[in-house]
């Protein structure tokens, strides 16, 4: 047997099966935010996104082949020629691209979904790998649904696609059926059968019965050398394995896996805000490695352990994954020197005019609150600085609000809208009920309110009010759910702004998908 790596890529999938979780939806400028922030991460390969999808899709994988340079930039695509040309012109400007082809084959698959036999289904496996590999010299094959799959045919189709020029083989466990330890028996019996030493073996886990990381790391054991992960688990349905808790896994237990990645973990914290920032997704409070309880101890027993030796109650410590820990907070007497080297450990890229801009708000900020947290700056940066939605169809210019307990709430709220200022007046049942309504009037459409919650960006009494929201908007043929943020000292106004926001997103959504709203 010839000698394994002790390297594992870490190929991350955040901006393809992380987006493809209910309700994501990120737009191009937001794509090539968490892609620079995945190369600060040192992942190996970025998955960007499946050209052939939308217009969006494409646009968001050429802008991130073209920005980001240091991991190799791959494209999904399935076997038929239009998906890899597509794929092929999207990577066009990488630095290092691949194409990822696929196909599907479990009987269940091929029969009900494809409805090809498996004799169609290796056809399709050589045509659509040679037809990449006359595209990109880097080409990965995926058997979906390969858990569920007889094991004599994915040895037969991993065979033809080598054959046929991929050079990375992934065995996804699409539907999170895996056990781990048949998994691990399942994936050393493939790579054992197959017998190339020079491919590169890979697994793509989800997470349905809750073991996607568990069945990566049983993978690893048995040979994988790349794992397909997202940042805080985010994917379709129940998410896919999560990659801050693999590579922590592998290196806290290096003496178990004997293996490493690249990964610059002291970044995770800061990219798991990031991913959940920009794509309105919760971190829960006791997730691994990245959940704002992961390091808390509570219990009296505990912190008297913690206090005579950390190790007794810590596996790894909070620095090692870049979990904040007493946090400096800047305030008015903070130079700009102290401002730009905090914002240089967000992982934002700005240009000097952004700096500039974030610079004065933040100067503004430091007026009307004591402390400024990371949570104020990063909120401050995302709504104010970063143009992050492509085009602002509406932007907010006043708003007044009314409540007490003599009458109804009511609101008057003024838009710009190309140019021109619109303003509409409405009572609600509250005032952020009062101000929807008011802006409601004012649209050209009538968005429907899916989800709604208000928070703060840090947990010191004087943090800014934060505001998140789901907009959907259904018009004959048009289905689509856009989501807005929105942060301010006053929090009325963080939940108007989150509205607008969501509101010029449904916009961007539509574009992408070419429907009109
Ligand atoms: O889950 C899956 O099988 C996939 C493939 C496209 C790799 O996402
Ligand atoms: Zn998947």
Not at 308 to 321: F, G, H, L, Q
Not at 386 to 407: C, H, I, N
Not at 457 to 463: L, V
Request: with cysteine; net charge negative.
């Amino acid at each position: 047997m010839s000698e394994v790596s002790s390297v594992v890529r870490i190929f991350d999938t955040t901006l393809r099966d992380g987006e493809q979780a209910a309700r994501v939806n990120l737009n191009t400028g937001e794509k090539v935010q968490i892609a620079r922030a995945l190369e600060r991460l040192k992942v190996d390969v970025i998955e960007a996104g499946f050209p052939i999808a939308s217009k969006g899709d494409f646009e968001a994988v050429s802008s991130v082949a073209a920005e980001v340079r240091g991991p190799i930039i791959a494209g999904l695509a399935r076997t038929t020629e239009k998906d890899i040309a597509r794929a092929g012109e999207a990577l066009s400007g990488a630095a290092r691209a691949r194409i990822h082809t696929f196909i599907a084959t479990s009987p269940i698959h091929m029969e009900h979904k494809l409805k090809k036999t498996p004799a169609e289904v290796l056809k399709e496996v050589e045509r659509g790998v040679s037809f990449a590999r006359s595209i990109v010299s880097d080409v990965e094959f995926s058997a979906e649904d390969a858990s569920r799959s007889d094991i004599d045919f994915l040895v037969e189709v991993f065979t033809l696609a080598i054959e046929s020029g991929a050079g990375t083989i992934n065995i996804p466990d699409t539907v999170g059926y895996a056990m781990a330890n048949e998994f691990e028996e399942f994936c050393r019996t493939i790579i054992k059968r197959v017998n190339k030493p020079d491919v590169i073996w890979s697994v793509h886990c989800h997470n349905d019965l809750g073991l996607g990381v568990a069945n990566s790391l049983a993978a690893v054991r048995a040979g994988a050398r790349q794992v397909e992960c997202t940042i805080n688990g985010l994917g379709e349905r129940a998410g896919n394995a999560s990659m801050e808790e693999i590579v922590m896994g592998l290196r806290t237990r290096r003496d178990h896996f004997g293996v490493d990645t690249n990964i610059d973990a002291r970044r995770f914290f800061k990219t798991s805000k990031l991913v959940s920032t920009l794509t309105g997704v919760p971190v829960q409070p006791n997730k691994a490695i990245v959940g704002t309880n992961a390091f808390a101890h509570e219990a009296g027993i505990h912190q008297h352990g913690m206090l005579c030796n950390r190790a007794t109650y810590e596996i790894m410590t909070p620095e090692s994954v870049g979990t904040p820990g007493t946090e400096l907070h800047l305030g008015k007497h903070s130079g700009r020197h102290a401002f730009n080297a905090r914002i240089e450990t967000f992982g934002y890229n700005l240009t000097n005019e952004q700096g500039e801009a974030a610079f004065e708000y933040f100067k503004e900020l430091c007026d009307k609150k004591k402390d400024v947290s990371d949570g104020d700056i990063e909120a401050l940066l995302l709504d104010r600085v970063l143009q992050l939605t492509p085009e602002k169809r509406y932007t907010l210019k006043d708003y007044a609000v009314t409540v007490g307990s003599g009458g109804k709430p009511t609101a008057s709220i003024t838009l710009l809208h190309d140019g021109n200022e619109i303003t509409e007046a409405a009572v609600g049942n509250g005032p952020v009920d009062a101000s929807y309504k008011a802006i409601a009037k004012i649209l050209p459409f009538s968005p429907e309110l899916v989800e709604f919650r208000i928070g703060a960006t840090s947990e010191s009494p004087d943090a800014l009010g934060e505001a998140h929201i789901i907009l959907r908007c259904r018009e004959g043929e048009t289905d689509i759910k856009a989501q807005g943020r929105g942060t301010s000292t006053d929090i009325i106004e963080a939940t108007i702004r989150a509205y607008i926001k969501a509101v010029n997103r449904l916009y961007s959504v539509a574009a992408a998908r070419e429907v009109t709203l």
